[in-house]
């Protein structure tokens, strides 16, 4: 891989994470960890831009020409046995986004998943222990790439197990054919520590990771750039004061007491969005707080959890329609002129 390079524009860019707006401290915790060669697990809530700061790392990558042969040799360093074989093989030319590959973390995936397994039908023409039976996986996949592992604290022990070589020594044993394979790539995983649905991950495994902790946006004003940015802008006015309340408002749930689960970023983008199509449906020209509190039922409500103590005792929805009830008494004060404009 080309991880010197990667490395130089880490170095020479102040920000190189500029698809992400503010987590100034996620993001140099992160490339701190790159520059070290380090395994990297990004830690925090659904919805708070882990994936997308993923991505960001492998745009930075740059352009590069492989083998089309399943395991992305260099022309000049093949590590395949087909390669290595002076077989002729095609080159193609794979952008930083190409060099993304992804695995979403469930209970259901294998080891065969990630390491590859053998092709019945391959190995009824070439035989069972050819290796041109070999289909490789996502790990060879992502050779002289990124392995984006998302979600891993939802593979199971087995799967953990599998990984350790790779993670430790860039390397992979294909057992059936008592092989090993370079695995040169950059792994960086994600994790919800608030999932219950999730398998325990064990110490030898995390110890083989730099643990980095993403948290929600630092400011309302930094929210609302993201809410901008990634949020669709309807044919409809959203005044400027109402729109600060709204993201004050979503902000102001994650402080409650009452909640265990608190609403993402991504809930206050839906937001944003259904208050602009209340707005249209009914014919205006501009966003109301009617047309806020209208949605917020439908966008919060499933992305929140009550606290045992609460849950008893109202609903989601009821405690919803309460705090924005309580809340639009101090719209004035929470719509204060804010540090940015629309």
């Not at 490395?7 to 707006?21: G, H, M």
């Not at 830690?43 to 083998?67: F, M, W, Y």
């Not at 360093?77 to 930083?96: A, E, L």
């Not at 039922?297 to 919803?320: C, G, M, N, Q």
């Amino acid at each position: 891989m080309q991880i010197d390079d990667l490395k130089k524009q880490l170095l020479a860019d102040k920000d190189a994470f500029l698809d992400i707006i503010g987590q100034h401290k996620t993001k140099h915790q992160l490339k701190s960890a790159l520059l070290a060669g380090h395994n990297v697990i990004i830690v925090g809530a659904p919805g708070i831009g882990k994936t997308t700061l993923a991505k960001n790392l492998a745009k930075l990558l740059p352009d590069l020409e492989v083998n089309d042969c399943g395991f992305n040799c260099s022309p000049d360093n093949p590590i395949c046995p087909s390669c290595r074989s002076n077989k002729k093989q095609k080159v193609k030319k794979i952008s930083g986004d190409q060099r993304f590959v992804r695995i979403q973390g469930s209970p259901d995936l294998t080891a065969e998943d990630l390491i590859g397994d053998i092709d019945p039908i391959k190995a009824m023409k070439f035989g069972p222990l050819s290796f041109e039976a070999f289909t490789p996986g996502k790990i060879f996949k992502a050779n002289n790439s990124v392995l984006f592992f998302d979600e891993v604290n939802r593979c199971p022990e087995k799967l953990q197990n599998a990984l350790l070589q790779v993670l430790s020594e860039k390397h992979a044993t294909i057992g059936s054919y008592d092989v090993d394979l370079p695995a040169d790539l950059v792994f960086i995983a994600t994790m919800n520590p608030e999932d219950s649905s999730t398998e325990p991950l064990s110490d030898v495994f995390l110890d083989r990771f730099d643990l980095i902790y993403m948290d929600y946006p630092e400011s309302v004003d930094i929210e609302k750039r993201i809410v901008r940015t990634k949020g669709f802008a309807f044919d409809v006015k959203f005044q400027e004061e109402l729109f600060h309340a709204m993201i004050a408002f979503v902000r102001l749930l994650r402080e409650s007491k009452k909640l265990e689960k608190k609403p993402s970023v991504r809930a206050s983008i839906s937001l944003y969005e259904r208050s602009q199509t209340n707005a249209l449906l009914k014919k205006k020209k501009k966003v109301d707080e009617e047309d806020v509190q209208e949605a917020i039922k439908s966008v919060l409500a499933h992305r929140i959890k009550l606290i045992p103590s609460a849950k008893y005792l109202k609903t989601p929805e009821d405690f919803l329609e309460e705090e924005f009830k309580d809340f639009s008494k101090f719209l004035p004060r929470a719509t204060e002129k804010s540090e940015e404009g629309p």
